[in-house]
C-alpha cells in the first residue's frame, strides 16, 4: 500500500507539472479521474491480499483486471454520455493513467508470486 500511495503522489506530481507546461493535455476533470483509478487499484490490492486463496492468484488477479476494465468503460460512458466538454482529451488522460496503474498492478503481482518461483 505504501508503494501505491508513492506512485500515486508521484504521477499526480508530473501531472501537475504537465499542467503548467501544456495546459491543453490535461482535462479539468483529472482528480476525478485520479481519484476512481486509485480507489479501484486499492479495492483490487486488498482484495488480492485478503480475500483470494493462493491457489487461484493469478486466474482471480485476471478477472479482476477484466472487472477493472468495464467499470472503466462505464466511468468513461457517464461522463460521455452526460456532454462532458472536451471530450477526447478526457479520454486520452483516462487511458494514459489507466495503463499506469494497470502497469503498477502488474508489477506489484511480479513482485508478489516472485517468491513462489521454483528454482531448478
Known sequence: MVKLII???FLIALTFFI?????????S????IFIFLISL????????????????????????????????????AYFAFNHLPDLLTFVC?????YLFYMGFDIYVLLITLRPNLKKP
Open 19 to 27: 499542467s503548467f507546461l501544456f495546459p491543453t493535455l490535461i482535462h
Open 93 to 97: 488522460d483516462f487511458l494514459v493513467l
Open 41 to 76: 487499484t486499492i479495492i483490487s490490492q486488498l482484495g488480492m491480499k485478503f480475500f483470494i486463496p493462493k491457489q487461484n492468484e493469478i486466474i482471480i488477479f485476471l478477472g479482476t483486471m477484466g472487472l477493472r476494465l468495464l467499470t472503466s468503460f462505464i466511468f468513461i
Open 29 to 32: 476533470k483529472i482528480w476525478m
Open 7 to 9: 506512485y500515486s503522489i
